[in-house]
């Protein structure tokens, strides 16, 4: 059974860094895109950083410059390298992947992240 667990949330205040880390267990077959999405009081989930099975990123506009995602294949691990953290950024973090061949995609339970001004 696939299962993604995410840690490393919690309060800051604005301008400091977190670091997010998501490790994917009882994997079979090849992790393709591994992803971070967040979803804010209100608003709809959005899509803030994916990166490729061959380390190609992309990043929702808002985080340009401030977060970097990057992924450790050996221990089926993504990660999300949050610095100059706003109050917009406030929302739960959730961890997706597409799996194996079908292109399955897995979500985590979702992490807090809350930016004090």
């Known amino acids: 059974q696939v299962q993604l667990v995410e840690s490393g949330g919690g309060l800051v205040q604005a301008g400091r860094s977190l670091r997010l880390s998501c490790v994917v267990s009882?994997?079979?077959?090849?992790?393709?895109?591994m992803a971070w999405y967040r979803q804010a009081p209100g608003k709809q989930r959005e899509l803030v950083a994916d990166i490729s099975s061959s380390g190609s990123t992309k990043y929702v506009n808002s985080v340009k410059g401030r977060f970097t995602i990057s992924r450790d294949n050996a221990k089926n691990t993504v990660y999300l390298q949050m610095n100059s953290l706003k109050p917009e950024d406030t929302a739960v973090y959730y961890c997706n992947i597409n799996y194996g061949w079908r292109g399955v995609l897995y979500w985590g339970q979702g992490t807090q992240v809350t930016v004090s001004s």
């Open positions: 009882g994997i079979t077959y090849r992790i393709n895109t």
